[in-house]
């Protein structure tokens, strides 16, 4: 049984940076795209960051480019998401979550991605 675990969130002022992580347990997921995901309050989940297995290629929706750096460590078994430059619009809880595949899906909705962790709290906010 996979679990993910979340941790790194909290209030933070605008322009300010967090550093999410993602511990994954219970078997490795060294073998697996992973990504972030985030929902706000009254909207649906929304694809945040991808990254494949090596961690050679990255994904990120256009709106969201040069604010946010996906990497992980496999020897740690562990995800990150670096988030800069944060506005309130960026308050959520965030995902981690794991495909099935080495691989980038080729799109990227909840859907693509098998496991998941229960979230961690960003809130933007001064």
Known sequence: QVQLVESGGGLVQPGGSLRLSCAASGRTLNNNAMAWFRQAPGKER?????????????????????????????????????????IPEDTAVYYCAA????????????????YWGQGTQVTVSS
């Open 99 to 114: 495909s099935g595949s080495r691989y980038l899906p080729d799109d990227h909705t909840t859907d693509a991605y098998a």
């Open 46 to 86: 929304e694809f945040v960051a991808a990254i494949t297995w090596s961690g050679n290629i990255r994904s990120y929706p256009d709106s969201m480019k040069g604010r946010l750096t996906i990497s992980r460590d496999n020897a740690a078994n562990t995800l990150y998401l670096q988030l800069d430059s944060l």
